[in-house]
């Protein structure tokens, strides 16, 4: 008899680039293909250079995952199921994708987001792009059927991934929360969670970036009240008001707009990878945002825009734009130095809202970029913002519905990923038995 084996191939030897491979009887199913960005930015620390990155440089620098350790299963490889359009999840699909000959599933936004990412670089890939409607089965082979399971997480339509094979049931649940009151999209489905435990699941493969924080995530509808607060809770008629999001996160997004319309601001949207979201959302029939919002995404346009804006009045706008992690390229960065003409007064507010993803050189930037608001007299209101990903409480409930026969746990080094080990032994399961601290590139086999 044939066993299962699940290869960890990255994403547990840190935050970013995540990809597990999971073969069973010889039938692999790759779990999300993403992209270290911090590697990107030590390395071009070190080496500035402006050329394109070569699949064979990012592999040095650990930027993308690294399959060696898995090319005896590429050729039977049924598909490569992503979660959810962030970076560490889908950035590796344009370099590695094509070594496989298998589709790329993923729900429709998130496909939209991988061909606009892969289209703004130039860049076509053989591989089959399947859009699977959220909630529904994918029938990668006879044997294997993927479940996507609709989940909130901080950016729409993220999935868990439940492998259904005649071993039984694997679940892929990284990044994720139990959310009961999300901005956008549906709330957990607990129902077919338990069901899917008592059908009997074989293996949990758990987000556990913050699984050390010994709380129950908040909700979404947290981060609305806070923003709420800050908006239209401090006196700011006559002052300019910037936010700052992530631009994937369109449950924040939308948010923002509606306060912007509760002010009688008309809100303004400032930044290519804006652009890119808020598409890829639209035509997924999402939201509609773009009707109710000025937009600019090109340089020449964003600087036309601040400047309208500056000549009109900033007290009748909210502009959102990129530049929480202080980055120099950001358009919050441009409006500071001055190359993108915008004034700053004293009691002008900027809104964080999102988070300092706290590494260098976002500490350093944020910094420089905090003094030089502090200086003109601005306020600053930071951390306005909750997370998208499950903290402790969160991953206690999952183990309990889906009550797996094994766990690993996924998203970060080993000093993130012990706290769920050390829950799951404090729930009745034994190290190395039937919970597993992996390693990149490692296998385990789960019979
Ligand atoms: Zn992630
Ligand atoms: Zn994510």
């Not at 009151?181 to 970036?209: A, H, N, Q, W």
């Not at 090109?298 to 909210?318: A, F, N």
Request: glycine residues 6%; proline residues 5%; aromatic residues 6%.
């Amino acid at each position: 008899m044939k066993n299962t084996e699940i290869c960890t191939v990255g994403g547990y030897n840190e935050v970013g680039r995540n990809m597990t491979a999971i073969n069973v009887d010889g039938e692999t199913v790759i779990c999300d293909m993403g992209f270290n960005v911090q590697k990107v930015v030590e390395y071009q620390d070190e080496s500035p250079t402006q050329e394109a990155y070569s699949r064979h440089l990012l592999q040095e620098i650990d930027a993308i995952p690294n399959i060696n350790k898995i090319k005896s299963w590429i050729p039977n490889t049924k598909a490569i199921a992503i979660t959810h359009c962030h970076l560490d999840h889908i950035g590796g699909v344009q370099y590695l994708a094509p070594e496989f000959k298998a589709p790329v599933v993923a729900t429709p936004y998130t496909i939209n987001v991988i061909q606009r990412q892969m289209g703004d670089n130039s860049v076509k890939i053989p591989n089959k792009m399947i859009k699977v409607r959220p909630d529904s089965i994918y029938n990668a082979s006879k044997n294997i059927k993927i479940e996507y399971l609709s989940i909130p997480h901080s950016t729409p339509e993220t999935s868990l991934l439940a492998i259904h094979t005649k071993k039984g049931i694997y679940i892929y649940a990284t990044d994720w929360k139990f959310d009961n009151t999300p901005v956008i999209g549906k709330k957990p489905d607990y129902k077919r969670l338990k069901e899917l435990g008592s059908i009997g699941v074989k293996c949990l493969i758990i987000d556990s970036l913050y699984s050390g924080k010994n709380i129950k995530s908040p909700s979404e509808k947290i981060a609305r009240d806070l923003l709420q607060d800050v908006l239209l809770g401090t006196e700011n008629s006559g002052s300019a008001i910037i936010t700052t999001c992530f631009a994937s996160h369109i449950a924040r997004l939308k948010s923002i707009i509606e306060f912007g319309k509760r002010l009688n601001r008309r809100v303004v949207v400032l930044g290519r990878s804006f652009g890119r979201y808020i598409e890829a959302a639209e035509s997924a029939h999402i939201t509609k945002i773009s009707d109710k919002i000025k937009m600019a995404t090109y340089r020449t346009d964003i600087k036309r825009l601040i400047s309208e804006v500056q000549q009109k009045g900033p007290e009748k706008y909210l502009i959102v734009c990129t530049g929480g992690q202080g980055e120099p390229n950001s358009v919050l960065s441009k409006m500071i130095k001055g190359e993108f003409k915008f004034k700053f007064y004293p009691e002008d507010h900027v809104i964080f809202s999102n988070l300092l993803i706290p590494v260098e050189p976002n500490l350093t930037n944020r910094n420089v970029m905090e003094a030089h608001l502090k200086d003109a007299g601005v306020r600053i209101f930071n951390n306005v913002h909750v997370t998208g990903h499950c903290a402790k409480e969160d991953i206690r409930e999952m183990i309990k519905l889906t009550n797996p026969e094994n766990i690993i746990p996924c998203h970060g080094f080993d000093r993130l990923l012990k706290p769920s080990c050390e829950l799951a032994e404090e729930m009745g399961y034994k190290p190395n038995r039937d919970v597993h601290l992996m390693k990149n590139g490692e296998k385990i086999i789960i019979d």
